[in-house]
């Protein structure tokens, strides 16, 4: 089992920047992907970027693109976003998750971070 820890949250103003961390131990050996989600105040959770492990090939929600990066260290197994140009819309509590090569689901979810973005 993998085990997520989310850090890095916090409040920004709109058009400031915030990089989140995940940090991963237990069964890292066959992470396939690693995503970010966040989830806003009565929505329901929504994809935001992910990021194949060996290839650091990625993908993001369309809203998103330009403005947020995701990395990964696979030397410590942390999984980055860096989040610039943040927009009031983007308040949530964002969490990662990890999908094993063996699943075809992210089974493995952080207890997630909140970000707030103010005017």
């Known amino acids: 089992q993998v085990h997520l820890v989310e850090s890095g949250g916090g409040s920004v103003h709109a058009g400031g920047s915030l990089t989140l961390s995940c940090a991963a131990s237990g069964r890292t050996f066959s992470t396939y992907r690693m995503g970010w989600f966040r989830q806003a105040p009565g929505k329901e959770r929504e994809f935001v970027a992910v990021?194949?492990?060996?290839?650091?090939?990625?993908s993001y929600k369309d809203s998103v693109k330009g403005r947020f990066t995701i990395s990964r260290d696979n030397t410590t197994n942390t999984v980055y976003m860096q989040m610039n140009r943040m927009k009031l819309n983007g308040t949530a509590v964002y969490y990662c998750a990890d999908q094993a090569s063996t699943s075809y689901v992210f089974s493995a979810w952080g207890q997630g971070t909140q970000v707030t973005v103010s005017s």
């Open positions: 990021i194949w492990w060996i290839s650091a090939v990625t």
